[in-house]
């Protein structure tokens, strides 16, 4: 897997989803947007390797995800460990959060991304 340009497609899918974000999204891109977080650029919806990241930070390529109840199903788990498995082989770490995690304790799921941004930058 390389780190190529994305599709058309894949763009325009991901300007969809930024159209239409869920809950969880719109509540931890209030505190990613605008370098809000210790001045790390965040983007929504990112498109990358085939994938679209729902936050990805490309100077420390540490992706984050928000996932819902679809994200429990068996085959889904599957998909996103390969997933995830196919962002590491080129450098990309991905951290997963639960909706119900950002919505009920942000500040939780924040501290836990800003330890990842830091331990992530100092490799």
């Known amino acids: 897997m390389t780190d190529s340009s994305p599709s058309s497609s894949l763009i325009e899918q991901s300007r969809e989803f930024r159209?239409?974000?869920?809950?969880?999204?719109t509540i931890l891109w209030e505190h990613l947007r605008n370098r809000r977080l210790e001045n790390y650029k965040i983007r929504r919806q990112h498109p990358i390797c085939g994938y679209i990241l729902d936050f990805y930070c490309q100077e420390i390529r540490l992706g984050i995800e928000v996932d819902g109840e679809v994200h429990q199903t068996q085959e889904q788990i599957a998909y996103d460990n390969q997933r995830s498995i196919d962002l590491s082989e080129i450098g990309i770490k991905v951290i997963?959060?639960?909706n119900s995690e950002v919505i009920r304790s942000v500040d939780e799921v924040l501290q836990q991304i800003l330890l990842s941004l830091e331990c992530k930058s100092k490799q």
């Open 96 to 98: 997963r959060f639960r």
């Open 19 to 25: 159209k239409n974000p869920t809950e969880a999204e």
